[in-house]
């Protein structure tokens, strides 16, 4: 699925659903909500990741890049879920950040197992569809220390499933506004939707911008144009080019990356990650569309997982399973 099912129930001036304390069965909604925020910034204090929110919607800027690179290698996975989004990141020091899990709850537990993930510091649902949601079930398993998401409360029971394995895991909730991650010597930067977009959970996707040293990745879920078109207008400083690499918006559908975005982020390399679909993707228009601007293209659906090692001096390299 690439839309909701149905509208979220959402109240105005709530954007997330409530999550609460205890168990509270009458609750159709769950997830978190702006009220979670003080507590975060608390637990966020003694947390073994160092993270600091940032500021409104302005243009702040990514902080330059010091002149020490980091040691060691950074390792990105996009892993073949199928139709769906999952990216692993790994800094040299072993924190993770999972962004996305696919459709299969069963694909991803296997692929956890192979690359031993049994911890992850920090993940992002960058929005509460299925083809995005359903694997980070099990993967709460890897007790996530900080959960982001867009603050649109999933309408499915595989978004209440997912809040319960994390509020099992004793995950801190978090809504995309802005933070800063830094998990060892890599930075995440998240950066939320814009004003305005409804409640669609495509237009609603969050941002993740990877930075290790002078290496930089940006992931957007299924953004369409709408957002996309918003950031730029706000001149969001974590959409900046050039990136080493990038993941294709909505597994190359027709309606996610464009001309003026591309022209903005700049990217070197794309990864789609997508299976077998009956929506056309990737649409040829998309794949001409990178090809035009002399981006380098992977596929899951062709080429498995892809994974990128990157190094704090900027250079990289990529391999996949076939
Ligand atoms: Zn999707």
Redesign the pocket.
């Known amino acids: ?2 839309r909701p099912r149905s509208t979220p129930a959402k109240g105005k001036g709530k954007a997330g659903a409530r999550r609460p304390a205890a168990p509270a069965p009458a609750a159709p909604r769950r997830g978190p909500s702006s009220s979670d925020l003080i507590g975060v910034v608390v637990l966020l204090l003694t947390a073994s990741l160092a993270a600091c929110a940032g500021g409104g919607w302005g243009g702040r800027r990514p902080a330059p890049t010091g002149t020490e690179a980091p040691k060691g290698e950074l390792t990105l996975r996009f892993l073949d879920v199928g ?3 999952a990216v692993l990141v790994r800094s040299p020091e072993g924190k993770t950040l999972l962004v ?1 899990g696919g459709r299969s709850g069963e694909r991803m537990r296997t692929l956890m197992d192979q690359y031993a993930v049994t911890k992850v510091d920090l993940m992002v649902a ?2 509460a ?1 299925a ?2 949601i359903a694997g980070l079930v099990p993967a709460a398993q890897a007790k996530p220390t900080v959960f982001v998401n867009n603050g649109l409360a999933g309408t499915t029971q595989t978004w209440d499933r997912l809040v319960t394995a994390l509020e099992k895991a004793g995950t801190t909730f978090q809504k995309a506004n802005a933070q800063v991650f830094t998990l060892g010597s890599m930075k995440v930067r998240i950066f939320g939707p814009p004003r305005g977009m409804n409640d669609d959970q ?1 237009n609603n996707s969050v941002g993740v911008r990877v930075e290790f040293g002078k290496f930089t990745a940006l992931l957007t ?2 953004s369409e144009r709408e957002e996309t078109t918003a950031w730029l207008a706000q001149g969001r400083p974590e959409a900046r080019g050039p990136v080493q690499i990038y993941k294709s918006i ?2 190359g559908a027709r309606n996610g990356d464009h001309a003026a975005w591309l022209a903005a982020v700049r990217p070197e390399n794309v990864v789609i990650s997508v299976g077998e679909n009956s929506y056309g993707h990737p649409t040829p228009e998309v794949l001409d569309l990178y090809r035009q601007n002399g981006i380098r293209v992977y596929r899951t659906d062709e080429q498995g997982t892809v994974t990128v090692t990157a190094q704090g001096d900027g250079t990289y390299h990529v391999t996949t399973d076939h």
């Open positions: 699925m690439t139709q769906g989004d996305d960058s929005h569809d083809d995005h495509n879920g299924d909505h597994h």
